[in-house]
């Protein structure tokens, strides 16, 4: 059995909606371990929704199963799927957030999608996550197999997150997340130069790379975060206000 179910949405935390799942899942298996991942997604952000699965499921047992939820098609035609890479499996909608961490733990993915009915309640056509994912999730932790509650396909949506491309010398990228301190985690992996221009919003910072928070004294700077993309940050200052930037926004890192 896969105990482990773990919840990623935009929902927050002032609604019902995340109680409610926990509750379907509770009510399928009692003896489901429920973690929350965030419920603090940036609202109908794929790109950031992404993200943080794809940063956090390595982290959990390989026989786990993840439920991410931030559907701003919900009620369309998009698919409801689960994608299996190697023993995890991945629960939401088919509109790329499930990509990058299930690529992220198989370079095999196998995408089922899933067919209302037995392992699903009753459509209320707006709240997928309590009505199609919650159950799902609750019924492939009890170890039905993923065959009966899909079928598979061919055909899902794929993002890239880090689609960051060098032009001479300058490398263009994009904010994929804003953390609560304020740091602005780029796509850009690190570099192994010292003399950078930040240019964005028709600004231009010159920026250091630092080795950690610590160290720093500029007003902006750069620093290789956790995941090994660069942050741009502050010390004990939001970044993020000083800045102006938010999830998605262009950014570019001028070598001088």
Do not use: C
Request: charged share 25%.
């Amino acid at each position: 059995m896969r105990m482990i179910i773990t919840l990623l949405t935009d929902f927050g935390t002032k609604d019902y909606y995340v109680s409610a799942m926990k509750g379907v899942i509770k009510s399928i298996n009692p003896s489901a371990d429920i973690v929350d991942i965030t419920h603090e997604v940036e609202p109908f952000s794929i790109l950031n929704g992404a993200f943080i699965l794809w940063q956090a499921v390595s982290w959990f047992p390989r026989r786990s199963v993840h439920v991410g939820v931030v559907d701003p098609g919900v009620g369309t035609e998009r698919k409801p799927i689960v994608i299996r890479a190697g023993e995890t499996l991945l629960v939401g909608p088919d509109n790329g957030i499930l990509f990058p961490a299930a690529s992220k733990l198989s370079d095999k993915l196998e995408v089922f999608k899933i067919v209302e009915g037995k392992y699903t309640l009753r459509r209320s056509g707006t709240f997928d996550g309590r009505d199609v994912f919650a159950p799902v999730a609750a019924h492939l932790s009890k170890g039905i197999p993923v065959e009966e509650i899909g079928i598979k396909v061919d055909d899902f949506i794929k993002i890239d997150l880090f689609d960051w491309r060098r032009a001479g010398e300058v490398i263009l990228g994009k904010v994929l997340h804003i953390d609560r301190f304020g740091n602005i985690i780029t796509n850009i992996p690190n570099l192994n130069v010292n003399n950078i221009v930040l240019r964005m919003k028709n600004m231009e910072i010159p920026v250091r790379i630092m080795r950690s928070y610590a160290d720093a004294e500029d007003k902006i700077f750069l620093v290789e975060g956790s995941s090994g993309l660069l942050e741009i940050s502050s010390r004990m200052k939001s970044a993020a206000e000083l800045t102006g930037l938010k999830v998605g926004d262009s950014i570019e890192l001028v070598i001088r």
